[in-house]
């Protein structure tokens, strides 16, 4: 239907999708490098342990930015695990497609044969 209006309708893939959700990573991912290195460098001015600054419980005055790194953190491990198992159920997709387009040159095979025997061509 959408061929017969000139649209072009593409599948919904890891590969062509992962655009956006690039952009959108690569927001958390510049948000986050921007986080941790305010971060750093709050840590370095103070000259404070590494464990003590980053323990939101222990330095109140960050605790925010140090929450949002690790929910960020979180969201990327996340969207990769998903994107993960995606490209795995694609892959497993693409090898029934394959599976199916080699039988597939069998099955034309034999519809030609009877068509020839049929039409004796």
């Known amino acids: 239907m959408f061929a017969k209006q000139g649209l072009?309708?593409?599948r919904s893939t890891p590969a062509n999708?992962?655009?956006v959700g690039a952009a959108r990573d690569g927001a958390g991912q510049a948000e986050l490098e921007s986080l941790k290195a305010q971060l750093e460098a709050a840590r370095q001015a103070a000259?404070?342990?590494?464990g003590v600054f980053y323990d939101p419980r222990q330095n109140a005055g960050h605790a925010a930015k140090l929450l949002r790194s690790h929910r960020l953190r979180e969201?990327?491990?996340s969207l990769m695990q998903r994107a993960e198992?995606?490209?795995r159920a694609a892959s497993g997709a693409?090898?029934?497609?394959?599976s199916k387009a080699e039988t597939e040159p069998e099955e034309c095979r034999r519809?030609?044969?009877r068509a020839?025997?049929?039409?004796?061509a």
């Open 8 to 10: 072009q309708v593409r």
């Open 17 to 19: 999708l992962s655009s």
């Open 94 to 98: 693409d090898r029934n497609d394959r």
């Open 111 to 113: 519809l030609r044969n």
């Open 47 to 50: 000259g404070e342990a590494i």
């Open 85 to 87: 198992a995606w490209g």
């Open 116 to 120: 020839d025997a049929l039409f004796g």
């Open 75 to 77: 969201e990327m491990a």
